[in-house]
């Protein structure tokens, strides 16, 4: 069966970038400002995003949200060189989305892959062929439409990496697992679907629970097995937060993990890292999940994390346990062992909406830990900006998704809804307005920065306009400012000696130089 999906339109996007972190848990605004996507007829129930990095030398980024009002799903692309793209699928919402390569063209065009439901509660399965990256016009073709179900709902998608295939040094991604829920009784049963992009129609849909409700599904390739797993967290009848573990391999269950905890679940993400090697001994996955409140006016919801490591712990109530806390999202990138001594192969990065204090805080997970990063806990707020202060905020459940790049591991993209705007913060570097891990020593293209030791004033020459901050190593924000295309003088009499890192923002990328104060 096919749907008819309207033509898709070009659209602008601009590109901004965020920052900074101290240290005990504290509340640490961005430091540069977010940039509106599109506007809706209503606030959008659902948004999600992500990206990958693209072999001409950048990231390919998508984010989906449904426009409730017209009964749309709207998913915007763009690429590092500003071409961009729109498509709309009409009687369509709680969609989401994941960009794998296209085999075909590896390296060039790449498969925008969608699942959402319709006003029918139908499950389908689009992709898209997104041609022109690298290029200032991508252009977007319909190449697959599947039902995969039907009286269904919440439907997610993940892929794996292929390591037998390499593209530009980086595992292909053609491999899928899609899981829903299923409302065929009184109360639903969780199903899980699993394939190749490349020959994508699904004949077999894998029966995970029989009572199972709001299911995500996160997946990985195993390097010590050579076998391809799925992790399905959903929420029981009773409360209860199970979890189905899949062998993709031999498309069959391994187990179920009951009570991972008992409390009134309302929403759960999950996110794996995509290679994983068991002698490395590091978070498989990394689940997020609000709990329900039996009375919300005194004990309002709380946001809970769980990982095969450090089990289940509250994330919200050291700095947010006086407000509400919805839409729990979570990014991770590929894997500790694979990514170097990036951020986002080296921490899961988790993030929600904290209703009463109008903010979006987003945390670092250490995946070799499972615990939140002792050097790095603070709560980042991605929803404020270089002068402290939110964006517009309308204190309310607005969703939020969170995504690092699939097959590198590096950056964070972070996507929100307020006040009918479509609001996003994109970094391709490592570390913006995220939790500081490891910051590139590499600079921006003729910036020129003297001397280094320095003393009193940092001499620094740029050829576009910007921002920087300063930070120490432990990624604290001590100075920030602007500075003008040509020569800048920067003043850093107030600090003591040690090493710092100036982070240089222009209107496309950031980069940071490390210097010496003496």
């Known amino acids: 069966m096919k749907r008819k999906h309207l033509l898709v339109v070009p659209v602008v996007m601009i590109t901004l970038l965020g920052s900074q972190t101290s240290y005990s848990q504290s509340v640490v605004p961005a430091s540069v400002n977010e940039t509106p996507v599109a506007s809706a007829t209503a606030d959008a129930h659902h948004v999600n995003c992500d990206m990958v990095y693209h072999a001409g030398g950048g990231h390919l980024r998508a984010i989906a949200y449904d426009d409730y009002t017209n009964g749309n799903v709207n998913v915007y692309v763009e690429d590092y060189s500003a071409g961009s793209v729109a498509v709309r699928i009409p009687d369509s919402k709680e969609a989401d989305i994941v960009i794998g390569d296209d085999l075909t063209n590896p390296g060039t065009d790449y498969l925008l892959n969608v699942v959402y439901t319709t006003s029918r509660q139908e499950i389908w399965f689009d992709i898209y062929r997104i041609s022109g990256t690298g290029s200032s016009s991508l252009s977007s073709a319909l ?208 993030s929600w909406n904290a209703v009463k204090s109008a903010a979006i805080p987003t945390q670092a997970v250490d995946a070799i830990t499972g615990s939140i990063n002792t050097l790095y806990p603070d709560y980042y707020l991605a929803n404020f900006n270089a002068f402290n202060t939110p964006v517009s905020f309308i204190p309310h459940e607005s969703p939020v998704a969170i995504s690092s790049s699939s097959n590198d591991g590096q950056g964070l993209l972070t996507v929100w809804v307020n006040k009918k705007k479509i609001w996003y913060k994109y970094n391709g570097d490592v570390t913006s307005y995220k939790p500081a891990g490891v910051i590139s020593s590499v600079p921006m293209v003729n910036i020129t920065l003297s001397p280094n030791p320095a003393i009193n004033i940092l001499n620094l020459e740029s050829p576009t306009a910007g921002n920087y901050t300063i930070t120490d190593m432990t990624g604290r924000l001590l100075l920030n400012g602007e500075i003008a295309t040509g020569k800048n003088k920067v003043d850093v009499s107030a600090l003591i000696a040690g090493l710092y890192t100036i982070s240089i923002t222009n209107a496309t990328e950031t980069n940071a130089i490390k210097f010496q104060k003496q």
């Open 143 to 350: 190449i697959h439409s599947q039902l995969l179900g039907v009286n269904g709902d919440r439907p997610h998608i993940d892929l794996w990496p292929d390591v037998s295939v390499n593209i530009k040094g980086l595992a292909a991604l053609h491999n899928f697992a899609i899981t829903w829920a299923e409302r065929s009784s009184t109360f639903p049963s969780v199903r899980l679907v699993s394939g190749d992009l490349r020959t994508p129609s699904i004949t077999n849909t894998l029966l995970l629970s029989p009572l199972g409700d709001l299911p995500d599904v996160a997946a990985l390739f195993d390097l010590s097995t050579r076998n391809a797993y799925a992790y399905v967290p959903f929420f029981t009848p009773v409360g209860d937060l199970d979890l189905v573990e899949v062998n993709l391999t031999t498309n069959s269950i391994v187990g179920i993990t009951n009570r991972l905890d008992r409390n009134l679940g309302k929403n759960i993400r999950i996110e794996a890292m995509n290679q994983y090697r068991s002698s490395n001994r590091t978070a498989k996955y990394q689940i997020l999940y609000q709990v329900c409140s039996l009375t919300p006016s005194t004990h309002p919801f709380k946001m809970k994390a769980y990982n095969d490591l450090a089990g289940n712990y509250d994330v919200s109530s050291a700095r947010f346990s006086g407000t509400d806390n919805f839409y729990p999202a979570v990014a991770g990138g590929v894997g500790p062992a694979f990514g170097g001594g990036s951020y986002s192969n080296n921490n899961y990065s988790i």
